[in-house]
């Protein structure tokens, strides 16, 4: 199994890209659609939030009235963190369900819009950034979507930047021709790389990289970077250090707290997508992105 982090602005797309890969196979999982689910009519999550915020959040029919929660729950601070302190956990909950009822051999697909802002790009064996100018954003969300120009506007600026996008980004898919294109391209990715690197993770086999897939890596100073924060994310305490001995031919090292730790680290960094090629050595199983990982005690 991977697991697969998809996001992009507001209007760049991303419903596309995950339709193509729900077509093709993939285990959906999506954000957007959970934070409805747990405060759906008859939910713990619907009554917490009119214990917090007064039953007048609630439409007449007893779903929730989102405007009337956000002119509650968006006026401070204290107001956000106590819709958070809801709301977070129980999504938080749901998507853990649903990960653990994904098949061993699953591409897992998860649709965060706000995956770059919240930070949580490590956590992902692959990050898809569906990408659009901000002006070709704002044209689809005022003539397809109907949103008012300026609420559209607010809504592109408060998102991540490009170039914060860019940093986390594996994948960088170009949306800026017709949707039949950008499908195409999802599908490439899919059958080129995702399904490639999902085999070998399960295989515990160092990929055979693809020049074509390696050439397209999103950021000029290379993925070493990005590297050193997933493997922060994949040995958690059991490092004291991870750091770029060679940025040029993505090598890294893992500083193991002790030898208990370095153990440990051999089954996480398969799982996580670096299979074991001899004593403290792993190799990446993404056919686009060749990376060596050294384990050492500290």
């Not at 713990?44 to 939030?49: E, F, K, N, Q, V």
């Not at 929660?69 to 999504?91: M, Q, W, Y």
């Not at 040029?248 to 730790?261: F, G, K, P, S």
Request: with cysteine; charged share 25%; proline share 6%.
């Amino acid at each position: 199994m991977i697991r697969l982090g998809l996001t992009g602005g507001i209007g760049a797309g991303k419903s596309t890209v995950a339709k193509t890969f729900v077509e093709r196979g993939a285990y959906i999982i999506d954000a957007d659609k959970i934070a409805r689910e747990v405060v759906e009519p008859g939910s713990a999550g619907l009554a917490a939030l009119v214990e917090a915020f007064g039953s007048d959040i609630l439409a007449a029919d007893g779903s929730l009235d989102r405007p009337a929660l956000a002119a509650k729950a968006f006026v401070d601070e204290g107001s956000r963190k106590a819709l958070n302190g809801i709301t977070h956990p129980l999504i938080g909950a749901r998507t853990q369900e649903l990960l653990a009822a994904a098949p061993d051999d699953a591409v897992v697909v998860q649709d965060i819009p706000l995956l770059v802002e919240n930070h949580t790009a490590p956590f992902f064996h692959l990050v898809v950034i569906v990408f659009a100018d901000a002006d070709v954003r704002l044209h689809r969300l005022t003539t397809m979507r109907g949103v008012d120009e300026a609420d559209a506007r607010a809504r592109i600026a408060a998102q991540a930047t490009d170039e914060q996008r860019r940093a986390v980004a594996d994948v960088w898919l170009d949306n800026s021709g017709s949707a039949d294109d950008l499908a195409a391209a999802a599908a490439r990715v899919w059958d080129d790389r995702l399904v490639p690197f999902e085999a070998n993770v399960r295989a515990r086999r160092v990929a055979d990289p693809v020049p074509e897939l390696v050439a397209a890596e999103p950021n000029p100073d290379g993925p070493a970077t990005r590297l050193v924060n997933r493997l922060w994310a994949i040995a958690g305490e059991r490092a004291a250090a991870v750091e770029i001995t060679d940025p040029a031919n993505v090598e890294l090292r893992i500083a193991a707290r002790d030898e208990t730790a370095s153990a440990e680290l051999v089954d996480l960094l398969a799982d996580g997508g670096f299979a074991p090629v001899g004593p403290g050595v792993h190799g990446s199983c993404d056919p686009g992105r060749p990376a060596t990982v050294r384990i050492e005690i500290a």
